[in-house]
Every structure is written in structure tokens, then in C-alpha cells.
């Protein structure tokens, strides 16, 4: 299948020319471990439960993983809901449009900012970033994780998506994962980050990669450290911390780990100077 993956590697920030899908995929028991950044391949045939894991039935709709799991929402209470894993997700859950509509997300975090949340093959979309309660999967729960509700009508997270929360690497770095799609069975193993807490927003930039290979703001938070320091939309980003950094993913780290002032050169309205962003949780 030939896919643009152009709209990836903006929203990524490096290149991208291959995805690994259900068909590579249901040939043989795939470990991801992602605290030792591998990926390993087994023979089908091996059928071991792997020591300190959690186990999940899984079931495949359009060859995509939904498993069962649990949130709990401040105010709303524990509910059951229908996961769909995603492994090039960045993010650690995203409510379809659906789903936000059903639960009543909209209104409970009504003071949220509606946001662009990412994009990728099926275009951009768009809602609002919150943090709930707990997240649970595979007998694991993870605590106060940062949850996208997603605004958009259409795509895999809109309004007539059949199941309820995209689940993607920010959670999923949090386990050794064992695919075994030969027996229908999905294996969640705790690895060192999983105590880690989920961290938000810092600096209000949401930023892509062009053509170029340059660092743009696509869009700013309002009031948020980087709208206090005068960037607007269209602006590079140059280095970060007096660093020129290789990739979005190492960006977008980086800003994550920040306590208190960050330095950014920047290039907007033609000139180059340098700002320094009072960062701060924006997702409470």
C-alpha cells in the first residue's frame, strides 16, 4: 500500500518511510521493549506468558487491536471502555469524538483550551487536552495520565469511530509489549518508566517539521509561556538551550524535562533573536 507519509514526518519531525501493519505483523510474536528501544521477532509457534505480565484478550476490527480496559474521571467515575493500540500514536490516550460526546468530556473540562491535538495520514485534528484520574490495562494502572478529547467529525478518532480511546506510546513506553495475534492475546509487562508521572504541555508551541527540515510553531496556547513571550504562529525554531536538536521527538523531550526558564533562539518576522519561556504545567 502506498501512503503519503508526508503529513507524519511534519507532525513527527524526521523522516518516515515505512509502517509495519497487521499484515507483517500476525507472522510471528512480537516483542517491543521499549525501555531498551528493541523490537524483537519469535516464531508463532512459541506460546509462553511472559514473567509479570498482564494478559489482554484481543479482537481485530479492520485488522486494527481493540482491547478492554478502564478510565477514571474525576466527577464521572470508572468506566469501561473499548481501546484501540496504537503504537505510532506519541500521545498516551485520545477520547474519540464519540466517546467525548457519550461521557460528557465537553462539558466537564469546558475551561480547557480547544486545541490542534496532532495529525498524521488522515489529516489534523483538533479538541481539547486534560488530565483524568487513571488509566487501566492489562490488570496495570497508571495514574493521572495527560488524555486528548478529540473534536474532530471524521478519521479513526471521530464520531463514528467504534471504540472508545486511542491508546499510544506515551502509555505503551510504560510496558514491555508482547504482540501474540496468532492466539489473540496481547502480554503488558511494567518496565522502570512505569511509575513515571505523565507529564503536559510546558510551553503552549505545538510545532512541525517543513520541507526544510526547520523547526515551525504551527499554533500557540493562549496565555500560555511561549504566548507571554511574544512567538507567534510561523516562527522557527533554531535551537533550544544554546542546542541544535536533532528531531521533534528530542524537542519535544526537552521541553518536557524543563524547570523554570527555557532559552529558545527563534527566527520570526525575518529576525533572529532569543526569548526565554517561564515554563509551567498547562494540563493540572
Given at each position: 500500500i502506498i501512503l503519503p507519509l508526508a503529513p507524519l514526518t511534519a507532525m513527527e519531525g524526521r523522516p518516515l518511510e515505512t509502517v509495519l501493519g497487521y499484515d507483517f505483523l500476525r507472522r510471528y510474536r512480537v516483542e517491543i521493549d521499549y525501555a531498551a528501544g528493541r523490537l524483537r521477532l519469535f516464531s508463532p509457534s512459541i506460546d509462553a506468558v511472559p514473567s509479570g505480565a498482564g494478559?489482554?484478550?484481543?479482537?481485530?476490527?479492520?485488522?486494527?487491536?481493540?482491547?478492554?480496559?478502564?478510565v477514571e474521571i474525576e466527577g464521572i467515575g470508572t468506566r469501561d471502555v473499548t481501546m484501540m493500540l496504537d503504537t505510532g500514536a506519541t500521545t498516551a490516550a485520545t477520547f474519540t469524538s464519540r466517546a467525548v460526546g457519550e461521557m460528557g468530556l465537553n462539558e466537564k473540562f469546558k475551561h480547557a483550551p480547544e486545541l490542534v491535538l496532532g495529525g498524521g495520514v488522515g489529516g489534523q485534528?483538533?479538541?481539547?487536552?486534560?488530565?483524568?484520574?487513571?488509566?487501566?490495562?492489562?490488570?496495570?494502572?497508571?495514574?493521572?495520565?495527560?488524555?486528548?478529547?478529540?473534536a474532530t467529525a471524521g478519521g479513526a478518532t471521530g464520531r463514528q469511530a467504534s471504540y472508545d480511546v486511542l491508546v499510544g506510546g506515551e502509555t505503551l513506553r510504560r510496558f514491555t509489549v508482547t504482540l501474540d495475534y496468532a492466539r489473540k492475546r496481547i502480554f503488558f509487562k511494567p518496565n522502570s518508566a512505569f511509575a513515571e508521572p505523565f507529564v503536559g504541555d510546558k510551553?503552549?508551541?505545538?510545532?512541525?517539521?517543513?520541507?526544510?527540515?526547520?523547526?515551525?510553531?504551527?499554533q500557540i496556547v493562549p496565555g500560555s509561556p511561549a504566548a507571554e513571550a511574544g512567538i507567534e504562529p510561523g516562527t522557527v525554531v533554531l535551537s533550544v538551550e544554546g542546542r541544535q536538536l536533532p528531531s521533534l521527538e528530542v524537542v519535544r523531550r526537552v521541553f518536557r524535562a524543563a524547570?523554570?526558564?527555557?532559552?529558545?533562539?527563534?527566527?520570526?518576522?525575518?529576525?533572529?533573536?532569543?526569548?526565554?519561556?517561564?515554563?509551567?504545567?498547562?494540563?493540572?
Open positions: 494478559e489482554l484478550p484481543v479482537e481485530f476490527v479492520q485488522n486494527t487491536p481493540r482491547v478492554k480496559g478502564k485534528t483538533t479538541g481539547r487536552r486534560v488530565r483524568i484520574a487513571s488509566l487501566e490495562l492489562g490488570g496495570a494502572r497508571l495514574e493521572r495520565p495527560v488524555a486528548n478529547l478529540d510551553t503552549g508551541l505545538m510545532l512541525a517539521m517543513n520541507v526544510q527540515g526547520a523547526f515551525v510553531v504551527k524547570k523554570g526558564d527555557l532559552r529558545l533562539k527563534i527566527r520570526q518576522g525575518g529576525a533572529e533573536r532569543e526569548v526565554v519561556l517561564k515554563t509551567r504545567e498547562l494540563v493540572p
